[in-house]
């Protein structure tokens, strides 16, 4: 926002990352988002405070980002932090204010915390709430944020809408589609693209898993289907599977959701989507076993990788640390090298082992397994990584490497879905 012109006041309950912000650190890695920061801090158009009553001082619109995690106890969103942003701003609102929620929600939230904000607020109904989810990825998130490939948003307000108007004019001027529904649809759009890219990701990956049965290669088949353009060639990348602080959880809210709206059946594929999702760690796993004779119990294992995907530190649901960790679970000494994600992953991880360096991770390992397909990675040098490790065998449970290549260097090559 600060970044289109505006004057923004960034609030977050936590003041180390406020501290961090103000002194134009981003407290995670995400390519570009530093030199944004520093830009807008320096222009003055940016600041940052954990004081909500400052926000509602100063603000016009109000966005809530909060996260909505699944919760501990099922597969339904939590929605503690946005329930907690409503809460206390609210009462804070005395002037005519626009609210856009920007938090991926069960659809029905937005009507409820409408509701809330006419009853809570004392400028009453003249707090108007509009929905306009939020569809940036992680790693691509600057771009993604200023050139969004569609803005929804969801309201029942002209003045909502306007405001959203004015607030994109730049986007819409540069032709991106600009779409107004009611509040409900536009909540259910984004965990209905998510729930359709989950679904490509985990047909490529059953696809994998019929081509394993005969032994078919999946990246053939993958690319056969990508020339039909109604199919296209994105999201159809078969190996370890989708992971991170989305994908996972909103397939698995969005199926809690139907079931509270009774059309469960609608949505029971989604079920299968995760399962399948789910069987391709076990499958990584069990290639691994099965190339070191059978038994983790006392081998040594090399992981290359940590992040849910590449250019980011993000662990959320990491298919990668999910599989190091099992592994290691199954009595295997198993040391992890990620070039941005080692310190979040030593947290959330400590039985692990950690190395600072892709040779280091794969020193005296019987096996090696590649579960994120950092660019590092990718043009890893297969005598250099030869000479360190104990047995020259690997997994590449990113499809990730040139399989003719790895094995004319004398390695064990095995991959998901490929002979
Ligand atoms: C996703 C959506 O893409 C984004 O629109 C939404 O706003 C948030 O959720 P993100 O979680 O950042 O974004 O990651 P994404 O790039 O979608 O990747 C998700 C997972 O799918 C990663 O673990 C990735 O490795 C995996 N993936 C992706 C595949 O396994 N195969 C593919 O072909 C593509």
Redesign the pocket.
Known sequence: MAELGFEVLGVDVDQSKIDSLSSGRVPFYEPGLEDVLTRNLAAGRLRFTTDYAQAAAFADVYFICVGTPQQATSNAADLRYVDAAVETLAPLLTRPSVVIGKSTVPVGTAARITAQFHALSPAGEAVEVGWSP??????HGVEDTLNPNRIVVGTDSPRVEQVMREISASQIARGIPFLVTDLQTAELVKVA??AF?ATK?SFINAMAEVCEAVGADVIQLAEALSHDDRIGGK???P?????????PKDIRAFMARADELGVEPALSFLREVDAINQRRRARTIDIARGLIGGSFAGRTVGVLGAA??PNSDDIRDS?ALDVAATIGSLGARVTVYDPEALENAKRAYPQLNFAHTMVEAVRDAEVVLLLTEWAEFRSADPDELGKVVAEKRIVDGRNALDPDHWRAHGWTYRALGRP
């Open positions: 939020e569809f940036l990825r992680e790693s693209a998510n890219l990701i999201f159809l990348g190996g370890l599977g989708f992971g991170g602080g989305c994908l849910f995907k298919p």
